[in-house]
Nanobody
């Protein structure tokens, strides 16, 4: 059974940085699409960054150049390095795994089967 556990959230001031972690079990990071999503207060859940089987990455426009998705195979963990954080980045961040193989990794939450419990990120101005 796939289990995902996020950590690393917290409160920072605008311009600060955080690194989120997603420890996976029952699944090898990178074998299926794995992505980061977020849901801000009063907003729909949106895709932030994805990592494909071939190691390709994609990002939503609003985080390009600021966020970086990466993996540590030895730890079977996914990361999201977030720099230059802004108040609009405030959200609960989730990692999620697609339930089937695909070369392309959509940033559509409806395409993902397994989810972690989320970690809160709060950015103050």
């Amino acid at each position: 059974q796939v289990q995902l556990v996020e950590s690393g959230g917290g409160s920072v001031q605008a311009g600060g940085s955080l690194r989120l972690s997603c420890a996976a079990s029952g699944y090898t990071v990178g074998s299926y699409c794995i992505s980061w999503f977020r849901q801000g207060p009063g907003k729909e859940r949106e895709g932030v960054a994805s990592l494909s089987t071939g190691g390709g990455t994609s990002y939503v426009d609003s985080v390009k150049g600021r966020f970086t998705i990466s993996q540590d195979n030895a730890k079977n963990t996914l990361y999201l390095q977030m720099n230059s954080l802004q108040p609009e980045d405030t959200a609960v961040y989730y990692c999620a795994v697609r339930g089937r193989f695909s070369w392309l990794c959509p940033l559509n939450p409806g395409q993902y089967t397994y989810w972690g419990q989320g970690t809160q990120v709060t950015v103050s101005s």
